[in-house]
């Protein structure tokens, strides 16, 4: 496995989870073959979900978030 270029702060992955366009077209212009989250951003986004109001949208949301390559 290749490490990444970029660690991907939670606050960023948050912010494309939520639309905001800004973060999305960056996230794009760095590449997500180039992006990537570490173990502790990845225990935070899960515990957010946990405590989501809608869990099964919010690990739905996450899961495509990763697809995309991140």
């Known amino acids: ?4 270029d970029y660690l991907i702060d939670t606050d ?21 073959n180039r ?3 570490s173990i502790i951003t990845n225990a935070e986004l899960y515990e957010g979900i946990y405590h989501s109001m809608n869990t099964n949208d919010a690990f739905e949301r996450l899961g495509d978030f990763f697809s995309d390559g991140y």
């Open 1 to 4: 496995m290749i490490a990444p």
């Open 12 to 32: 960023w992955v948050i912010d494309a989870l939520s639309g905001r366009q800004n973060t999305i077209a960056r996230l794009e212009e760095l590449g997500t």
């Open 35 to 37: 992006c990537g989250i």
